[in-house]
């Protein structure tokens, strides 16, 4: 189904309906599912090794993403007319809401996961607590304002009146906010780097 069909959503299960239809369904499950159960797969494995290349591969995803969607396609969007930034936005925006919220939470929930296996969580360094905090700040980031501007422009690009002055502006402030989200990103590597270290 593509967001041209649809209207703009009156409930929360008909938005997600949406989203999944214009994501592609097979495409949806992967995005929720995938990012939830590998860390649970590393740490009922046991192995620290699988956890560790879960938890790396899941942060590096996320890391990537998230730069490429602030400094990359953020721009790329503001930059199009209000028509081409509209049916790039239709294929964009459900994906990247559908895919980050499980990914945030897989890869900070894999790290704690791993923090568990080190037995880091015995005798808790600064590192470690800010660590911690960090990836909670990042939670609350992304389910809270970031997604309050996602889904806001979901329901812009479902809607038959499309508002492109508000679709622009919602636009505008998820960029704003996602230059925070990456400062926190490279604040959380850096408390890692210092558990490697012993911090």
Do not use: C
Not at 137 to 166: Q, S
């Amino acid at each position: 189904m593509s967001l041209v069909d649809s209207t703009r959503p009156e409930t929360r299960r008909e938005r997600y309906g949406q989203m999944a239809d214009a994501a592609d369904r097979r495409f949806a499950v992967g995005a929720v599912a995938v990012p939830l159960a590998l860390p649970v797969v590393g740490y009922l494995s046991g192995s620290v090794e699988l956890m560790f290349a879960v938890h790396l591969f899941l942060g590096a995803f996320w890391f990537g993403t998230s730069v490429i969607g602030a400094v990359v396609l953020g721009p790329v969007m503001g930059g199009l007319s209000e028509d081409a930034n509209a049916e790039f936005a239709r294929g964009f925006v459900p994906k990247m809401t559908l895919l980050m919220e499980p990914l945030s939470v897989g890869v900070i929930g894999s790290g704690i996961g791993l923090a568990a296996m080190f037995g880091m969580w015995a005798s808790p360094t600064p590192a470690l607590w800010a660590a911690l905090g960090l990836g909670i700040a990042l939670l609350v980031l992304g389910f809270g304002p970031l997604h309050t501007f996602t889904i806001g422009m979901f329901d812009e690009l479902a809607a038959a009146d499309t508002d492109h002055e508000r679709l622009a502006e919602l636009n505008a402030r998820y960029g704003m906010l996602s230059m925070v989200e990456l400062v926190l990103m490279l604040a959380i590597v850096a408390s890692m780097s210092g558990l490697r270290w012993g911090y």
